[in-house]
């Protein structure tokens, strides 16, 4: 999915397949169409087989359940059949999975390749949280982790081309026609390395984030790791509040040292999603005195 495909540059060749990109994608949809088809089934028929009391006492439900639901409201406000829910349930796991774990390995990976961040993030978890485990109502007061994941998104910019963009009319940005019909990719991964927006900008400087006011939500065009407009990411709550949490109870509970015969290195893969090229491997050992909060 995210190989480079030569029908996107020349549409005219595109019927040709010729790296053969359409076919691959083609068993791979329905390889993956197969995983939700079997969730849904199992769901449908487990909520069949439920007699009334036990779906009183089962309370909790999950985005399938959700979706199902709706899909039987006769006056709901947006028809859903079972080929919408699986298109929905794709959009959410591709989109909402490897973004995250990425941006996990990246700001852990930037850590560790900086000591001295590490031992500020490390205070300041102390400070804020003590020596328990870390909790949700902890997560706005750590604003140096939050410094730390944002730098590192403006470094390793987590999506470098965005969603593709296509006018439906011709139009003028910038003072450039775009004719109808266009692919349009919009480069974030150069307006956050552009020297006229950062200093240093090849420099990984959390600090710089804790000057200004900064957000995840499109309106600075300096920045602009979940996108902007009206494609912008729709999972930007979930994004923000998962990754410090994940941050924040790694680095926590743990420290971290790298393997010594391991090579230590930064380079990433062109893809859509912008890769570790080679991945991650850190050895963790026990932070917090009370051994029971490990179980
Ligand atoms: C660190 C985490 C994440 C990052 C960095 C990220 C980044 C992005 C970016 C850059 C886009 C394209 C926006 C644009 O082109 O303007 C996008 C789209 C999208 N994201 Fe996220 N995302 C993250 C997590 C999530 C989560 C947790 C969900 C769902 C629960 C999600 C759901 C989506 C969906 C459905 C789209 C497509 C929106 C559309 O095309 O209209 N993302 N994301």
């Not at 995210?2 to 076919?23: C, E, T, W, Y």
């Not at 197969?34 to 439900?61: C, L, T, V, W």
């Not at 850590?111 to 328990?132: A, F, H, S, Y």
């Amino acid at each position: 999915m995210v190989a480079s495909n030569i029908s996107d540059f020349l549409p005219k060749l595109s019927r040709f397949d010729l790296q053969g990109r359409q076919r691959e994608m083609q068993k791979q949809l329905e390889y993956v169409d197969r995983i939700f088809e079997n969730i849904i089934q199992g769901r449908i028929e487990a909520n069949s087989r439920k007699n009334e009391g036990e779906a009183e006492e089962d309370r909790r439900k999950d985005f399938v359940q959700v979706l199902l639901e709706l899909k039987e409201e006769k006056d709901a406000a947006i028809s859903l059949d079972i080929t919408k829910i699986k298109a929905l349930l794709m959009d959410i796991v591709l989109a909402a999975t490897d973004t995250t774990s990425t941006m996990v390995e990246w700001v852990m990976t930037e850590i560790l390749n900086n000591p001295g961040v590490m031992r500020k993030v490390q205070d300041e978890l102390t400070g804020v949280i003590g020596m328990n485990v870390v909790e949700e109502s902890h997560l706005p007061k750590l604003t140096y982790l939050d410094a730390v994941i944002k730098e590192t998104m403006r470094v390793h910019t987590p999506a470098p081309l965005l969603v593709q963009r296509c006018p439906d009319e011709s139009c003028t940005v910038g003072g450039y026609t775009i004719p109808k019909g266009t692919i349009v990719y919009i480069n974030v991964w150069a307006i956050h390395h552009d020297p006229k927006n950062w200093t240093d900008p090849l420099e990984f400087k959390p600090e710089r984030f804790l000057i200004d006011k900064w957000d995840y939500h499109g309106n600075n065009f300096k920045f602009l790791p979940f996108g902007s407009g009206r494609r912008i990411c729709p999972g930007i709550p979930l994004g923000e509040k998962m990754l410090m949490y994940i941050l924040a109870s790694l680095l926590h509970s743990f420290d971290w040292s790298l393997p010594e015969d391991e090579e230590f290195e930064l380079s990433d893969e062109f893809g859509s999603v912008t890769k570790k090229r080679k991945p991650l491997i850190a050895i963790p050992s026990q932070r917090l005195s009370d051994a029971t909060l490990y179980f």
